[in-house]
């Protein structure tokens, strides 16, 4: 069975067993989360699509770390004044390891 959630602004497409790292979330290492919105379902032959959502079905996750990506750099350069500025930038994210997606 897999499913497609929505947590942090983005869709993620997830099946039992996978691990992820999705936008961060405040719950604690080793806790569970459950993804209440879930767009799309596939068991089989069977596709149920929601509208945004579907009721009644879950994703339920375990909370593997919590931690930061590798670092962004980001360069800027103004061609006329000659001006560059650099900056970095390292995002923080939580890995879930997928136990169960529940109609």
Do not use: C, N, W
Not at 12 to 21: D, F, S, W
Not at 25 to 30: A, D, H, V
Not at 53 to 71: F, M, P, S, W
Request: charge should be positive; hydrophobic fraction near 35%; proline fraction near 2%.
């Amino acid at each position: 069975m897999i499913a497609v959630i929505e947590t942090g602004g983005k869709q993620y497409l997830v099946g039992a067993g996978q691990k992820l790292k999705i936008e961060k979330l405040p719950e604690e290492e080793g806790g569970s989360v459950v993804f209440d919105k879930v767009l799309l379902i596939i068991d089989g032959d069977t596709v149920l699509v929601g509208k945004p959502y579907l009721k009644g079905v879950t994703v339920e996750a375990d909370i593997a770390r919590q931690g930061r990506l590798r670092k962004i750099k980001i360069l800027r350069y103004h061609s006329k004044t000659r001006r560059r500025r650099r900056k970095g930038h390292r995002q923080h994210f939580t890995e879930v390891a997928i136990k169960s997606i529940k109609k």
